[in-house]
């Protein structure tokens, strides 16, 4: 890159932008949020699924950054023909695969406040506001979901904003490991065991994995139909007394609302109640479901939330938050802070000294922390507790418009009843074809089937939908929640996969 | 919160707004772009450390969520009010505290895309383009710092987006673990030995603390004034030494190239080298000075980084990305993916079976990932090498002219030789107070008169910077990188400090 003389000769040449001029902020900024309404415009017009080959984008961009600047107008025509060929648009209204990422006008403009005040608010003292706002608004949306108060700052417990649940399970994870070490010695860690069901995220095992449990202790406990895939706590204890038996320390449960598979409830107080008899930290992981509490027909989904430790959803999910924003409410925040603080001389400060404030860099992994409440904040007043319910009701009202569409259509089944927003559907093999197999046999043919399906619909771009595979059974999971979609959009997406389905099916002949 | 039939009629009986309407977003876009350039025309008006008092917010602010949509009007001017006075401006001109969290125009606009997109980019068939977005601007930006071969993808390494240093070390620190483990047994945990220096950032001992260290075996090794502060590797190899003799085992150093307290460099060849005879992993934090490489003259300090394992440096901190953008390299993508990855039957897809593509998810700690490549694109391309490398040396040049006018001012003194954009230094006890007095005694009365000068300096609001203690001794940090800051910005600031000095020393008398 030259050598310095050169480069500062160069530097002299050269006429440089300023990084942050606020004029031509102010410039800039109104083209990205007219590329991006426009965008939203649009949005339906694109394959859902990106059809981009791997290595697509190496051909059309350059190996090496540029060294002089380039104006915001040619960026924006490269992510115009560049990169959004290469997005699979969780924006679109056709958009219903995984969880749905359900972005709003609220939640980009907190981002957009958030990034252009772009503090680090690590604790009290680097930006009370963030801190303050942030110990509010938990309180808020916990009393909207009906937290038992022992959950909010109110009744001693309180909520913190974290990116993923992933960093919610391995946070408290930490705490419930240190909180038992400290009590039976450090070096006991390879005897603490950590329980889930097969139903649970692949979250919780990962982080057991980071914290040092031996995989040989990790129990992914058996869900069975009968019982919707949700853990039964007779399992439960039947796992935590064959570990005591062994020798061993059960830790940590994990307890889902909305399974991702197939949107399973485990029921918490059962659980709970296990748990305590052993003293295990339960914690209700709700990730999909837990803004669905915001409506009080969903709420009976968590009863029993008092017994647990903790409890996590994520508020990008469905709830109209983009990303990054899982809330994360705990009892007993002193766990989390034993576990997970630091104190360097260069962060000391008079108000963490005061011990009136918080400084949530205790309460997470990383020491630097975005201003996501304000995004939150957003969300919460733009549209209040009443279109909170109304949009997730829509989306029920839609799901259910759905799941009847599929159940008049006698190929398909409903695989398991719905209890959100997610419809659980397959194609079934046609009578003529089943009779006289086996019915495992027919089960393989169908999951077959159904992948082909799949892939058959996705590879249309015209909707996008994913797959599970329960109880050994091949499922496309319909899971409504993107913030544009309608009731046009799930009557289209239903056509979409019955004309798909039909030719699939012709070719069995 | 009502009965379900009175949640009904009142769903009813209200006027809903759209989550996403791309008109409505249009509009309220452009308003939240004006107050930020507003915003930025007046932030060196505000007190650049917020004067609020614990606990202000919440006698401004209701305790409960509103239940009907509030206009985005009267959220910004309660944004104004109750928002701005509690943030500590990092934005502001006149901001010297930490390290500076240095947004940029790009920055911001580069993640305003990526929140509008809300793609969630776990693996390449979530969205091609952030995957490979990804891919080749870290190939970029460590050919920008002139990274050895083996830690770009050209080269069989990689790069890839992490939100925090804090996570960087997680990751890497946990494949460490697990790669050592897989040898000697999983039971043999309780043995591994982490190292930094006493500089080194807290984050490693809080990741040690997470991946189940045993806080027995963390070392902090001393470091001296004589070596500017930085880790002998005779020091270390002692360490490594007597650990082995009482039968541990060494598995991780973090080495660091610009601490927080006084931006000091650990020698990284040498520490490597003994490293090496160890086999112990060299993790290099160059969370500040990592992109001060860009420019030649400064590349030399992490020469030696070859022999490392991993890299990192925070983009966010001092090279004009919006918070969080943390960058890693590692030579052995390899043992990332042993440590960190899942398979869920409901993410498996034909990309990621073809082996063809990179799924990030199993390069960091969470599932879920923002579209970080964007940012880091758009700060690249708006910029270019040339600009950047000018922003980097306006900083150094600021900070030039500041360590001398301190170093006129014979009642200060520069307490290390400046090495990037950083001053530390701090007032001296007149000589007509020091004599006759034990050395230790002057340096602790220097210690509270500084500590005195700082405080009454921030609480000013004029500017603010922050200290550090380093051998012992109180220093003030003058941290330059705000990306408003001008000259005039820093003969402002010294001017303050110095009043602010003759004010103190005038009590003394």
């Known amino acids: 890159m030259g050598s310095l003389q050169a480069d500062l000769l160069e530097a002299n040449q050269t006429c440089h932008p300023k990084p942050l001029d606020p004029e031509e902020f102010r410039r800039q900024g109104h083209l990205v949020i007219d590329f991006l309404a426009d965008y939203y415009h649009n949005v339906d017009k694109y394959p859902v699924r990106s059809q981009v080959e791997p290595g697509y984008l190496s051909k059309l961009i350059p190996d090496t950054a540029p060294n002089n600047p380039e104006p915001i107008e040619t960026i924006l025509q490269d992510v115009q023909n560049d990169i959004v060929p290469g997005i699979t648009h969780w924006m679109s209204p056709n958009y219903y695969a995984y969880f749905p990422s359900s972005g709003s006008t609220a939640g980009f403009l907190g981002e957009m ?74 070096d006991q860690i390879t005897r603490l065991v950590v329980y889930g069901s097969d139903q649970t995220h692949c979250a919780l095992r990962k982080a057991a994995q980071i914290v040092g449990i031996q995989p040989r202790n990790f129990r992914a406990i058996e869900t069975y139909q009968s019982n919707a895939f949700g853990l039964s706590p007779a399992s439960f204890r039947e796992a935590l007394v064959a570990d005591i038996a062994a020798g061993l320390v059960p830790l940590y449960l994990c307890a889902t609302i909305g399974t991702t598979s197939s949107t399973a409830v485990d029921p918490i107080a059962g659980l709970c109640d296990v748990a305590k008899d052993f003293g295990v930290w339960v914690h209700v992981d709700a ?42 409410w705990v009892r007993e925040p002193a766990a989390l802070v034993n576990a997970l603080s630091t104190n360097p001389e260069y962060l000391k400060n008079k108000a963490t000294e005061s011990k009136q404030v918080i400084d949530y860099k205790d309460w997470q992994i990383a020491l630097s922390r975005r201003f996501r409440a304000m995004k939150l904040w957003l969300v919460l007043r733009s549209y209040g507790v009443a279109s909170l319910r109304n949009f997730i009701r829509s989306h029920v009202k839609m799901a259910k418009l759905f799941e009847d569409m599929v159940q008049t259509d006698k190929r398909f089944e409903i695989f398991l009843a719905r209890t959100f927003a997610m419809v659980c559907f397959r194609l079934l093999l046609p009578t003529s074809k089943s009779k006289g197999k086996e019915p495992e046999r027919v089960v393989a043919i169908e999951n077959e089937l159904n992948q082909k399906l799949l892939e058959a619909v996705n590879s249309s771009g015209k909707i996008y939908m994913t797959h599970a595979i329960v109880g050994g059974v091949y499922i496309i999971r319909f899971a409504i929640g993107a913030s544009l979609t309608e009731e046009k959009h799930v009557k289209f997406a239903w056509k979409v996969v019955q004309d798909h389905a039909e030719a699939l099916l012709a070719t069995l002949d």
Request: with cysteine; proline share 3%.
């Open 287 to 328: 990730a999909y479901a837990g803004g669905a509490c915001v409506c009080p027909e969903f709420r009976h989904f968590i009863d029993g939330v008092e017994k647990a430790n903790s409890f996590s959803f994520n508020a990008h999910k469905w709830f109209f938050n983009n990303l990054d924003c899982c809330c994360l």
């Open 113 to 186: 406040l958030s990034t252009g005040f772009n503090i680090v608010g690590f604790n009290w003292m680097s930006s009370p506001a963030a801190t303050e706002l942030e110990t509010i608004v938990m309180d808020w949306l916990g009393k909207m979901i009906d937290l038992p108060p022992s959950f909010l700052y109110s009744g001693g417990g309180g909520g913190v904003l974290q990116g993923t649940t992933c960093e919610a399970i391995l946070c408290t994870l930490t705490a419930a490991r240190d909180k038992i070490l400290n009590e039976i010695g450090r």
